[in-house]
């Protein structure tokens, strides 16, 4: 056996050191690149702009602004993000109005829809965790606490084995307590953010079930040939504690979209975001095999409908071949190699250019 001598092992390692640094750095820089472009294309003022959809504003992306600030350490973009979304999205119980249309007024008048969606106040609470980590002030953190104590009164609903959560306090849902079937969307289960708000609840177990419950529903909703999720899903609790496999029925009945789309596709990164899922070997290959062998067709298309199997005559948006990469990177040990992104520019909408951002973001996490 070579020995090294104890000057040439501390200078690999030293290099070793070096060269993930480096790495880090490449891809930090790379980010805040991505993240300047994104900035002058999509955001006006303290508004994300939905260049997409008739330049209408979310919370969802006023939630994705904030975190794409915070990562990007520019603390006056974050600041005017979380004011105009303060001012103008947030209702009096602490959940925010989901859809903001331009008017001539440029103020919460211009909202045309006040219920919420919870993907919105997942986000915006998570950014604001971060934002108080990252740049030490308080305030963030309790207006994250706030906004987690909003969503567990209005949006988190407890069955006997399991919680769920509302996408909207309306319309989801004809009996509140949950005992009829919900309209659900998994896309909003944010796993990595879960895992996160956690720390800020009185009752961090409601959340800690709240990640439970999406992977187990995520296990029993692969739907048609292709085992994928649907963007929608109809869930009907379970009346009594039974096996905690099956906490409910699944189905696609009457649902908003049967598709595996422009929602789901946020599912396997949002997964592989998370490092407890990664933990599990034996359920990432479970959930995360289905995604690989659709993005093994090709061309992949955008969308498939899980009832009749019928696909989108276009193929996957550069923001949705994003996500793949980044799942690729975060859980293929022989794809390690740096990712290669598409470029945020003018031919890039809103939605896919938060799903780049949102996708190099997950990867720069992990390699923190």
């Known amino acids: 056996m070579v020995k090294l001598h104890y000057a040439t092992k501390a200078t690999l390692v030293i290099g070793f050191l070096f060269l993930l640094a480096s790495c880090s750095t490449k891809e930090d820089s790379e980010f805040k690149s991505q993240y300047i472009a994104y900035k002058a294309l999509f955001v ?17 992306g006023q939630g994705y602004g904030m975190l794409f600030a915070v990562a990007a350490n520019d603390k006056d973009t974050f ?12 209702r009096e119980d602490g959940l925010f109005s989901w859809r903001y249309r331009p008017c001539v007024d ?11 969606a919870s993907d919105g106040e997942i986000l915006i609470a ?25 969503v567990e009164q209005k949006l988190l609903v407890v069955n006997n084995n399991s919680v769920v959560l509302l996408p909207g306090e309306y319309g989801f849902a004809s009996d509140q307590t949950g005992n009829s079937s919900l309209q659900l969307n998994l896309s909003y289960w944010v796993f990595p ?36 999720p649907s963007d929608w899903v109809r869930f009907t609790p379970n009346s009594t504690e039974s096996d905690n496999s099956k906490i409910g029925a699944l189905s696609l009945d009457n649902v908003i979209s049967p598709e595996f789309g422009f929602n789901a596709i946020r599912i396997p990164l949002q997964l592989a975001w998370s490092p407890r899922f990664r933990q599990n070997a034996r359920l990432t290959e479970k959930l995360l095999s289905p995604y690989y062998a659709w993005w093994a067709i090709t061309p992949t298309p955008a969308t498939i409908n899980l009832l009749n199997e019928e696909t989108a005559e276009y193929e996957m948006s ?31 909408d809103y939605y896919s250019a938060s799903l780049t951002l949102l996708s190099m973001l997950a990867v720069l996490d992990n390699a923190s």
């Open 126 to 150: 998570w950014a604001l965790l971060r934002a108080s980590e990252k740049w030490g002030v308080s305030k963030y953190e309790e207006d994250a606490r706030n906004i987690v104590r909003a």
């Open 318 to 348: 550069k923001g949705m071949r994003s996500v793949q990469i980044a799942v690729n990177s975060l859980m293929k040990s022989e794809e390690k190699q740096r990712p290669e992104w598409p470029e945020i520019n003018r031919n890039m």
């Open 193 to 228: 953010a879960i895992t996160d708000l956690s720390s800020l609840s009185d009752t961090p177990s409601r959340w800690e079930s709240l990640f439970e419950s999406g992977l187990i529903l995520l296990s029993n909703m692969q739907f048609s040939t292709y085992q994928l």
């Open 79 to 90: 600041g005017a993000l979380w004011n105009w979304t303060q001012r103008t999205l947030m």
């Open 44 to 60: 006006d003022g303290g508004r994300v702009v939905d260049t997409g959809n008739d330049d209408v504003s979310h919370s969802e």
């Open 106 to 116: 440029n103020s919460s008048s211009c909202i045309d829809d006040p219920n919420n």
